[in-house]
Nanobody
Framework: QVQLVESGGGLVQAGGSLRLSCAASGRTLSASDYVGWFRQAPEKEREFVAVIRWTDGSKKYADSVLGRFTISRDNAKPTVYLQMNSLKPEDTAVYYC??????????????????WGQGTQVTVSS
């Protein structure tokens, strides 16, 4: 069983930055694991933000965050980060990290993922 714990959310003004962390425990992450970030705003569906392949750090981003957000990993900890720059009010949401275990490619649907963290709130004021 894998546990994922997010941290780093908060309140920031538009144009500001935040870095989210997702700490994984319970088992060693392997070559077939992908760790993704999703977000969900009130009364909206959960949407894909970014995903990273654990083995080589390959990444995929949603168009809405491309060029502003960066996903990265620290194999030793093991932790996945989401650096968010140039934040906009429309980035306001609860951000979740998730693990797609034994995957063959980058999953962008929430139901591709097997394990989820509890979420962390990000609020961007205008």
């Amino acid at each position: 069983q894998v546990q994922l714990v997010e941290s780093g959310g908060g309140l920031v003004q538009a144009g500001g930055s935040l870095r989210l962390s997702c700490a994984a425990s319970g088992r060693t992450l392997s070559a077939s694991d992908y760790v993704g970030w999703f977000r969900q705003a009130p009364e909206k569906e959960r949407e894909f933000v970014a995903v990273i392949r654990w083995t080589d750090g390959s990444k995929k981003y949603a168009d809405s965050v491309l060029g502003r957000f960066t996903i990265s990993r620290d194999n030793a900890k093991p932790t996945v980060y989401l650096q968010m720059n140039s934040l906009k009010p429309e980035d306001t949401a609860v951000y979740y990290c998730a693990l797609d275990a034994g995957a063959l490619w980058f999953g962008v649907r929430w139901d591709d993922y097997d394990y989820w963290g509890q979420g962390t709130q990000v609020t961007v004021s205008s």
